[in-house]
């Protein structure tokens, strides 16, 4: 078996060649249907960027809106059908196919893999997001405009439908959701393939770099959750196109069962989101405080306990839903045990830099401030999960300022973190730092100004989802649109830095961080098929200060030797 | 083993750098810091007009000062290291290659272990208290008369009640809130209720979802259509607060909201006889007029909307314009 | 490079490009995605269990309740004919060709049959799918597995038809074996529905 295995790990002409289209000068490669996973992350990446500016302009217009207490700047019912859009696209468009675009890019890499497990099922998956995007976009243009009723799309006004038509926004929004459903099972059959079976030599599970580990955690969420929104929506939409009556409480239906499914689904999906992320932070950190990741099988496997725990906390969303006591109490201690791993991942992080040797790159900085909108996020989270408090909070601005900091703190933030620190992997070229620094500024004060004020908004009764306010909350509404608008702004400088440094950056060599990984073994981008030799791993994944190689050969193979 | 010998003193000489002194006296800081702002932290509420409410913003001061504590800890070792652990630029060699700590990670494993069972604790028992009468508890099949919640007698400001009102039911359509309080044969669109009393409702939605909330009584409940849902509380301040519509119910859910009158018995009584005097009328209603003003005006509707239902026709209607806390 | 100890047992993707590792892959990923489908089922099996606990008029006005007869002979042939494809896969393991398209052909005609029972048993049904949430759970539960079978029998006609063409299974039998477990999987499926659906009146 061994004799076998020495004999495949030779170079493979077959590696080497370089098929047109798919060298890695062609640009045009990223508008085919390729099957090479690098390509593919890329596809999703900028795609998912492209579908996060537009959510944004979303939510400027909806921050300008909010400027004044009146519903003034657009029609309520625009208003409605804007905040709809805003969270569908930011987390169905976004976010989910910006991870999997990581995903697909760094796993095979990092775990030593020529491409994903089904590259052709890659391709199928990436290619559903613009089909869906287009759909669901296009509901703005339809008689009746987009979904009102919230990303929730809590039936009873989920099924309201004024227009009567068939073809209407709310189920313009069920079919992208659901199709978006079967983009995402299919990239997490691929991942958790991918991961299981196709490791390098040498890689056990306990010498896996973090980020798969979150990434491994995170699909498998997908798996277990998303059939339960898949099955929640098919009932909804059978209520809204042919007339069955499950959610439809005239009828004897029960529409807090769908409160149910969806958030079977979609709490966990947070996780889904910030799972990777966590896995951003475990991976950027030790590069650049130059010291292996502290306590990496606790870290790792806390990821697991995540995963596990987040399949049995959604009723925290329904709290003031009409739930009986018993299911409050239990799911408010459900809830709290999370903070448990996560406050491992929180505290490993702090030891990890903690005593290092410091460097602020871009990447550096926008993980630390992930972090601490992450540690803020987690702060307020835990007051979310008792029940008594979280009944005051419920469906309020302090609601929305909390998961923004999530996501718009630690996940959007961590994006960047990994963007920058990737970068020059993914173009061979390097990022300008004072642009990328600018950017970080930017952000993270936008941030603040936009979401922290939200929280008092929330303490002093501010509903969300609302076009219009009461005259006392005026003042720090102006000051998050104004966070709002700068936010927007900090975008520019990110823009500007990629488009030209891919463009005429100064050349990256294979490793210039000298980070410890497989990804940096091989040439900047990466050659087709990734390794000239498959990669045999002899040491675990964060050996900073310890001179040991990580893998026994020269996995770039003669070329760079 | 060598080198693990050698991680271990390496471990011990950065955690040793700092005299155990220092870390005490910075620790205390970060105590009286984390105390001050639990303090604050009663500040950010609105007025504590309900007897649940002074138990929510107890449980919340709690929750800021723990959270405070931890959140200065972690921001406070970080930005240290930023400031002071930076490498010099041409320093390209590594830190410590610490992997970690057993005894750091079973200390990290525990506190977060025991912070969470603590704050469980405590926000149990103030549920425990609050006792918020949860639509399919047991408690919905007793004799009307017996208060809910026994076990608030402990609470400050809410004295035993001299006597029981019949539940008031609560109306909530798009976009609407109506009340009906049956033994008086009041109908309004502004709460009354008498003050230390525990108020009690029936609440129904003839629609949508709604929610039943009172920023200033720190509660809140869903109203699902088709059910009729028991709630309760204890108003202990007098004054007008706002009702809002907390669960999203479509185009105008942002107007819909109106005031709560908490007033002392006596008032509550003669404002129940002057309204049953009054003759019904349509009550103001931000929805339904708006909505007819662009239907009349012919300005854009923008996108689809359900049409709103009319106004309500009440003994007693409030006005937007009536001031509020 | 010899005296690197890598352990043989390690999952790896050293044989990268051999067609049963790729096998290994396909198999593996489909396993989980059944596993992710059956999420789908469980979840309308839960949504049915709360209705029927919680739903006051449970059954459609006038409507005693639903025949069992006719069902169970469906079922009987749906759950033997698990027990035919396996023997149709052993034949194709014992490269007997003719008896594997013999039994295939067999388990399409019992699936056949057991769409045709459920069709002949929703024409006679007296309430339709917009009949209270019991028609509509109804109708979803086993129409959504009619679908899953008659996706079944596509597939087995695809296999059935591939088998005609030469070296078919040179690279493997994973289309056959899928399908074959896709197969046991929409009749397990099936037994919890009946419970749930006919046996739980």
Redesign the interface.
Known sequence: MSDASVEVRSPDPQASRQPEPGAPDNWRRFFTFSTDHKVIGIQYIVTAFIFFLFGGLLAMVMRGELITPEADLVDRTVYNGLFTMHGTIMLFMWTFPMLNGLANYLVPLMIGARDMAFPRLNAAAFWMVPVFGIILIASFFIPGGPSQSGWWAYPPVSLQNPTGNLINGQALWLLAVALSGVSSIMGAVNIVTTIFRMRAPGMGWFKMPAFCWTVLSAQMIQLIGLPALTAGAVMLLLDLTVGTSFFDPTRGGDPVLYQHFFWFYSHPAVYVIVLPIFGVFSEVFPVYARKPLFGYPVVVVSSLMITVLSLVVWVHHMFASGTPGWMRMLFMFTTMAISIPTGIKVFAWVATVWGGKLRLTTAMLFALGGLSTFLFAGITGIMLSSAPFDIHVNNTYFVVGHFHYVINGAVVMGFYAAIYHWFPKMTGRMYYEGLGKLHFALTFIGINMIFLPMHPLGLLGMPRRVASYDPEFAFLNVIASLGGFLLGVSTLPFILNMLSSWNQGEKAGNNPWRAIGLEWLVSSPPPHENFEEIPVVVSPPYGYGSNEPLVSNNPAGEALA | MN?ENQRTSDLNR?LNRRSILGLTALAAANLAISYWMGQQAYS???PQASAESV??DK??SF??AI?TF??IG??G??LY??VF???AKY???????????LW??VV??A???ML?IW??TV??S??DQ?S?L????PQEMKTPGTVPGDKKESVPGDPEPTQTFAPIEVHSRQWAWEFRYPEDGVSSTELHLPVNQRARFKLTSE???H?F?V??F?????I????E?DFSFTPIREGRY?L????????????N?TNVVVESEEEYRQWLLAAAQNPPTAAENVAFESFSRAVEGSI????????PAPAPIVNYTSSEKDSYE | MSSINVDPSLNSNAAHGTEHEEEDHRMFGFVVFLLSESIIFFSFFVGYAVFKTGTADWLPAGFEGLEVKEPLINTIVLVSSSFVIYFAERFLHKENLWGFRAFWLLTMAMGSFFLYGQAVEWMGLPFGFTDGVFGGTFYLLTGFHGLHVMTGVLLQGIMLGRSFLPNNYARGEFGVASTSLFWHFVDVIWIILFILIYVWQ
Not at chain 2, 218 to 222: A, C, N, P
Not at chain 2, 224 to 227: D, E, H, M
């Open positions: 080198t950065v950010w509420m609105p138990l929510v449980l919340f929750m800021t959270g931890i959140f972690v921001i070792t970080l290291s930023v652990q930076r490498a320093d390209s060699t590594d830190g410590p290659p610490i992997e970690g700590n750091l990670e990290w494993t506190v977060p272990i969470i704050i469980g926000s149990y103030t549920y609050m918020l949860s639509p399919f508890a629609d949508v979802l929610g909330f920023p200033a720190r509660v809140k409940q869903d699902v259509p088709g059910r849902i706002r809002r519509d907390s669960e999203y119910s479509g185009t105008y859910f942002a107007a909201q854009s509707l923008g996108w689809a909307t359900v049409r």
